[in-house]
């Protein structure tokens, strides 16, 4: 238990620090960001406390569809968008476009092996991950037809609100998924199955 708790909140504080390369690079952000992005545009606060009061909403949505929530996905809610505004004060924002394209890049692994780890922790799903695996029992549609079409909502809003869409999300929606199952059978705790379908873009 100690060490799938220290795996836990290790891995979300890294999450937010990858999360935080990507938007440091300014190639494009991972989808939900978009989205928190546009949500900043139009109505100030920050990244991070957008990326917590959607997390909480999203969180609401799991009522109707008798969802349970652990202590990780509580954490998730908290802790990343914390981490986040953290992360960016100390991230610089590169102006060459080597060490942008290096900080996204780099984002993307340090994003996938910490998704791997609080996944593989077992304290439960994100409450967007939960959202869309939620969605898959209700539905019984695909994990990849939900997963494309909550992102697709999310990435459209966001970027209708003036959130940065471009490259770089594309790029991070083609690879964050096999560079966390990479890691993932390193890092899932003894006890359970690796839980594949909860690999989302980890928030």
């Not at 037809?145 to 490259?167: F, S």
């Not at 790029?171 to 998924?177: E, P, S, W, Y």
């Amino acid at each position: 238990m100690p060490r799938r708790l220290l795996q836990l909140y290790v891995g979300l504080v890294v999450f937010s620090i990858g999360e935080a390369m990507i938007v440091q690079a300014r190639l494009g952000v991972i989808p939900w960001d978009v989205l928190h992005q546009g949500l900043v545009r139009v109505f100030g606060l920050s990244i991070g406390q957008w990326s917590i009061i959607v997390g909480a909403l999203v969180l609401l949505l799991w009522i109707p569809m008798r969802e349970r929530p652990g202590l990780g996905t509580v954490s998730n809610v908290f802790v990343i968008g914390a981490a986040l505004d953290w992360a960016l004060r100390w991230i610089p924002a590169p102006t060459a476009l080597g060490w942008r394209v290096a900080l996204l890049l780099g984002g993307i692994v340090v994003n996938g092996v910490a998704t791997a780890a609080y996944i593989g922790a077992r304290f439960g799903p994100g409450p967007r991950d939960g959202l869309m695996t939620g969605m898959v029992r209700r539905t019984g549609r695909p994990v990849a037809v939900v997963r494309t079409a909550i992102e697709i909502v999310v990435v459209t809003v966001g970027w209708l609100l003036g959130g940065n869409l471009a490259i770089g999300t594309v790029v991070f929606a083609l690879t964050i998924g096999p560079v966390a199952h990479v890691f993932l059978p390193l890092l899932t705790a003894p006890g359970g199955a690796t839980p594949d379908d909860e690999i989302g873009e980890g928030t």
